[in-house]
């Protein structure tokens, strides 16, 4: 039976080839979507995963995102420093800057100030450069897209200057990170130049990066900062999910994606559910003679879900191949870097056309099951 259910899907090679498309373009514009979606919502949190030499932030309590933070005075580090269960702590300043390039050209960025004596939080991997030349007189070093936006394709040149907020900078070396959720520049300096560079204010520090003592808990020695200092202390992990549910809830990202995703889902269903519709009304002749033979109304089911899984199979493999390519295509291009399929747009693409398939056959098949086997016969 299951040979002359592939006999019959594949007889006629038009709506064959039709069922195949409905289900390859909802898979690939599922799949593609929630990927986009979910690498964008992650680069909102990126700046906090490059920092992985310290597990507590420090903030004011009214942080929303990571690149929204008031600034704090600088008598908070002792405070923070002060506490049981904190092995060290250090200043961190991030905050907008303006860059002025030797032909004249403006561009915004995101200024990084990093503590002094220690880096802490410094970019892990450099293309070119070395962390060390940091501590040289007005040194920065700039992220590879913040360079390729600043100087196009020309290759990396050490040591060319150029102006922010009218202070002099010597580029000393291009690093890789996370893409930021904003396009800009990323510029990572140390503290005292980033208070240099920055324009004066009261107070400058926007966090403190912190460390507990060996066998304390993180989670635990953030809260007892929070008790006694009166900030907002959060371990890196809590801070990253904290940055993402602010964009989710704060932004229109989550609907356009979700409407994507959605008509995705419905055009699937809806072109594979019209499709295997027809081509089961069109069967019926063939339907009607196996029943008469004495075929059962569960063996037919079983024919259909054969068939429409065959149509599924194909249809997901080639719309996640589809996406794959796409993504291997733009992986190179500096404004969709860190954007990649994911394991749950893998899955859970799998899972909606599975339901989509498992919809359409049952559709499908009821008028087959309360098919007459007599009724084939009369004409």
Not at 7 to 26: N, Q
Not at 102 to 114: A, F, K, Q, S, Y
Not at 148 to 158: F, I, N
Not at 336 to 358: D, H, K, S
Request: aromatic content about 10%; charged content about 20%.
């Amino acid at each position: 039976m299951n040979r002359i259910a592939l006999r019959m899907l594949m007889g006629d090679r038009g709506k064959y080839l039709g069922l195949i498309f409905g289900v390859t373009f909802a898979t690939h514009l599922m799949s593609q979507q929630v990927s986009i979606f979910m690498g964008i919502v992650s680069r909102t949190g990126n700046a906090i995963l490059d920092v992985r030499d310290a597990d507590i932030w420090v903030m004011d309590e009214r942080v929303r995102f990571v690149d929204e933070a008031p600034p704090m005075p600088d008598s908070d580090l002792m405070r923070v420093r002060g506490v049981p269960g904190v092995s060290w702590a250090v200043p961190l300043y991030k905050g907008a800057a303006r860059a002025r390039l030797e032909d004249g050209e403006v561009r915004n960025l995101m200024l990084t100030g990093l503590d002094d004596a220690s880096l802490v939080g410094a970019p892990s991997h450099l293309i070119a450069g070395r962390l060390d030349d940091l501590r040289r007189p007005d040194a920065v070093i700039l992220d590879t897209a913040g360079y390729e936006w600043m100087w196009g394709k020309e290759p990396y040149r050490l040591g060319r200057t150029f102006q922010i907020n009218d202070r002099r900078a010597v580029l000393v070396g291009v690093c890789s990170v996370g893409s930021p959720f904003f396009s800009v520049p990323q510029v990572y300096t140390r503290y005292s130049n980033a208070l240099r560079f920055a324009p004066p204010e009261r107070n400058a520090m926007t966090y403190v990066l912190a460390s507990p003592r060996p066998g304390e808990d993180p989670r635990l020695v953030a809260e007892r900062i929070t008790e006694q200092t009166g900030r907002l202390a959060l371990t890196r992990s809590a801070f990253f999910w904290k940055t993402i549910r602010y964009f989710l809830s704060s932004t229109g990202i989550p609907v356009n994606f979700g409407v994507t995703i959605a008509l995705g889902f419905l055009v699937g269903a809806a072109v594979t559910g019209q499709t295997l519709y027809l081509f089961t009304i069109e069967n019926l002749r063939q339907f009607g003679a196996l029943k008469a033979m004495g075929v059962r109304n569960g063996r037919i089911l079983r024919m259909i879900l054969l068939q429409a899984t065959v149509v599924g199979g194909l249809g997901y493999g080639l719309g996640v191949g589809m996406t794959a390519i796409f993504f291997i295509t733009t992986g190179q291009v500096t404004h969709l870097a860190g954007l990649a399929m994911t394991p749950v747009a893998f899955l859970g693409t799998g899972l909606a056309v599975f339901v989509i398939i498992l919809l359409t056959s049952f559709i499908s098949a009821r008028k087959v099951l309360a098919l007459e086997p007599a009724v084939v016969f009369r004409g």
